[in-house]
């Protein structure tokens, strides 16, 4: 979380140092300058947590009856059937009326489940999600700025993402793990191909994020990963983001 509100600051003194000196941009009011989309995904949009620690309590007792714990693997998939959000963005420099460098936030909202992503792991056992970017976007072509003549253009660019998944849980708060219900910051980049459809600019847009790959050498039981011909082994996994959406500027 730092790290991200470390770049939203740096960001928004991007922008205003960038705004104080653009004397020469095709449009220097803020209202010529902000633009706001609705976008959407069906059935593209999926998230899974970085691999995290957490000593919990196996189920199982030794011969004493005292409860065994293990510092056990967790990490939790989510699908979104749908979700939905809007895009403020803010063009920060519009070096003509065909390009434009801007900072957006394309936050969602998803309606989909929460599993663990393997018998080995505990995760979290919920509904819905939420993403939350910050990210800095070079634009060219249509929809770059409000007096662009463009029929087709592009994007690009990269950030920083908040996410959390099974923002609805449906597991006990008292026995689950806490660590399973955390949020995760990662590094995204993003795509989009702008194009008009009736009398609005339309982008359809790629966003994908990876994070640092761990690995576990024992399961949530706390038995050892073993191979297909019984060696010690480890699992190596990672967090990542990837969303297809299509998105509607509502003020064009």
């Known amino acids: 979380m730092k790290l991200f509100r470390t770049l939203s600051i740096a960001l928004c003194f991007t922008g205003i140092v960038t705004t104080s000196k653009a004397q020469n941009n095709t449009s220097t009011d803020l209202q010529d300058r902000f633009f706001v989309a609705f976008h959407s995904s069906t059935y593209l949009d999926f998230a899974q947590s970085p691999l995290r620690f957490e000593n919990v309590w196996t189920g199982n007792v030794d011969v004493s ?11 939790s998939f989510n699908i979104n059937l749908f979700s939905f959000g809007l895009e403020p963005r803010l063009n920060l420099q519009e070096f003509d009326k065909n390009s434009a ?18 018998n080995s792991v505990i995760g979290v056992e919920g509904i819905g999600s939420i993403q939350i970017p910050i990210l800095l976007k070079m634009y060219v072509g249509s929809g770059s700025t409000y007096t662009c003549e463009k029929d087709f253009g592009i994007s690009f660019g990269g950030g920083l993402e908040f996410n959390k998944i099974g923002l609805i849980s449906m597991q006990d708060q008292n026995t689950s793990s806490a660590a399973s219900r955390k949020g995760w910051v990662m590094p995204v980049a993003t795509l989009g191909i702008h194009f008009w459809r009736g009398y ?5 847009n790629i966003k994908y994020g990876r994070g640092t790959q761990k690995e576990y050498v024992v399961d949530r039981y706390g038995n050892p990963i073993e191979d297909s011909n019984g060696f010690l082994s480890s699992v190596k996994t990672q967090s990542y983001t990837f969303r297809m959406s299509i998105s509607y500027l509502l003020n064009y």
Not at 65 to 75: E, H, M, S
Not at 101 to 118: M, Q, R, W
């Open 200 to 204: 609005n600019p339309v982008e359809f």
């Open 65 to 75: 009856g005292n409860k065994i714990f293990v510092n056990a693997p967790i990490q």
């Open 101 to 118: 460098l801007a900072v957006s936030s394309p936050f969602s909202i998803g309606l989909g489940n929460s599993v663990p992503t393997s």
